[in-house]
């Protein structure tokens, strides 16, 4: 049983378009991210929530929206999408109340052509 | 950006030595310091966690941490090739999420 997932696994798209990743957890967890990994497998957080409220948007652009319509889902909606999107999208979730032990989902590897 | 400071390696040992991975950290103010694996491809997976100065053993697996000197150490004894992989360094900041460092590439070699 899945604790954390997100689909797709691949992701090929052409600039320009609109796409998303969705993501679930059945860990009963109330945080949950988004990271990027870029080609040099740097991990970087983009969004955390907390019980469906955005707690950390990290300087990314507004063409990433995240919605989280209960603490178990959170989205990813990128619009227009441009050649340095390319990267690997994780999905994570946390216990919260400052319990930051991350669980990862497997990762959408997200590829802008 | 609070930063997260690892040797991106790759760190070479041999099969049956014990590798020592290192990592610094900026924020003085961090409390909880993390380590992950990554395989190839793969997602990073939680293998050990650390929160008081000292070290933490959990079976092959010791972490070590220094708060004064802002330095977080992972000790991997009787290293398998099963264990090569990337092994990410992370501290919790601002109690919401976790800033990780660029990672460790481990070889260990039969």
Not at chain 1, 5 to 23: A, E, F, R, W
Not at chain 1, 79 to 102: H, I, M, P
Request: aromatic letters at 12%.
């Amino acid at each position: 049983d899945t604790a954390v997932s997100q689909t797709p696994k691949y992701l090929v798209t052409q600039m320009g378009n609109d796409k998303s990743i969705k993501c679930e957890q059945n860990l009963g967890h109330d945080t949950m991210y988004w990271y990027k990994q870029d080609s040099k497998k740097f991990l970087k957080i983009m969004f955390s929530y907390n019980n469906k409220e955005l707690i950390i948007n990290e300087t990314v652009p507004n063409r990433f929206s995240p919605k989280s319509p209960d603490k178990a889902h959170l989205n990813l909606h990128i619009n227009s999408l441009e050649l340095g999107d390319s990267a690997v999208y994780f999905c994570a979730s946390s216990q919260g109340g400052g319990e930051l032990r991350a669980f990862f989902g497997q990762g959408t590897r997200l590829t802008v052509v | 950006q609070k930063e997260v400071e690892q040797n991106s390696g790759p760190l070479s040992v041999p099969e049956g030595a014990i590798a020592s991975l290192n990592c610094t950290y900026s924020d003085r103010g961090s409390q909880s310091f993390f380590w992950y694996r990554q395989y190839s491809g793969k997602s990073p997976e939680l293998i050990m966690f650390i929160y008081s100065n000292g070290d933490k053993e959990d079976g092959r697996f010791t972490a070590q941490l220094n708060k004064a000197s802002q330095y977080v150490s992972l000790l991997i004894r009787d290293s398998q090739p099963s264990d090569s992989a990337t092994y990410l360094c992370a501290f919790a900041r601002s109690g919401y999420a976790l800033n990780f460092g660029k990672g460790t590439s481990l070889l260990v070699t039969p």
